[in-house]
């Protein structure tokens, strides 16, 4: 019972230094996001996909990009660092921007940008 | 707009105490609503949902919440507390279609953390 596998778990960064994210669900779920979470602000949106071949920006998108590359796996790449992207990222897959459906999580990816 | 709204930043209760932890949610239409959990250093797992079938909502680990609509409330109690309850709870609205903006399909309360005294 995978559910939703983020990698790395823990990454440290210079800034400037570009990165990739990965996440992978194996739920056959069509809907994925990518969330950052930080103190006292609860989950922040950062991009969501709602299907296979489609992405769309959150609440917070500026310097990040992703790729829906299939049905199953959802990057996140951040391209040129930088200190206020230190966060704890997390990945999220649900059946569809349906109301009614929950989402499920991965463990998190905790990003320094030194 | 809609909104979650989670009263309180930090609680603290005595083991066997009764845990409340509170969520208001302003929405335009019958909403969806979703209670997570966070252990430490993991993600979140939902807890439970309210969809309408019944206002009292049953979750894992004990939790349940009640739907009152006259109040946009949706709190979540449990009748005594645990040590392996502390963790940081999440109160989340599915979102309108008919509203503009940020799209994904839930808006998340900022928090609740939760300690538990032995």
């Known amino acids: 019972n995978a559910g939703v596998t983020q990698t790395p778990k823990f990454q440290v960064l210079k800034t400037g230094q570009s990165m990739t994210l990965q996440c992978a669900q194996d739920m056959n779920h069509n809907s994925m996001y990518w969330y950052r979470q930080d103190p006292g602000m609860g989950l922040r949106l950062i991009y969501y996909s709602a299907s296979e071949g489609t992405t769309d920006k959150g609440e917070v998108p500026n310097g990040y990009n992703v790729s829906r590359l299939n049905k199953r796996e959802f990057s996140l790449r951040l391209e040129s660092a930088a200190p206020s992207q230190t966060s704890v990222y997390f990945c999220a897959s649900s059946g569809g921007l349906a109301p009614s459906q929950p989402q499920h999580f991965g463990d998190g990816t905790r990003l320094s940008i030194l | 707009a809609q909104s979650v709204t989670q009263l309180g930043s930090h609680v603290s209760v005595s083991e066997g105490a009764l845990v409340l932890l509170r969520c208001n949610y302003s929405?335009?239409?019958?909403?969806?609503l979703f209670w997570y959990v966070q252990y430490p250093n993991q993600g979140l797992q939902l807890l439970l949902k309210?969809?309408?079938?019944?206002?009292l909502v049953k979750g894992i680990n004990g939790f349940e919440a009640e739907f009152k609509k006259s109040e946009t409330s949706f709190h979540l109690t449990k009748p005594s507390a645990h040590m392996s309850d502390a963790a940081e709870y999440f109160c989340?609205?599915?979102?309108?279609?008919?509203?503009?903006?940020?799209?994904?399909?839930?808006?998340f309360g900022k928090g609740t953390k939760l300690s538990v005294k032995p």
């Open positions: 989340a609205v599915s979102r309108d279609p008919n509203y503009g903006g940020s799209q994904g399909n839930l808006i």
């Open positions: 309210y969809t309408s079938a019944a206002t």
């Open positions: 929405s335009s239409v019958p909403p969806y």
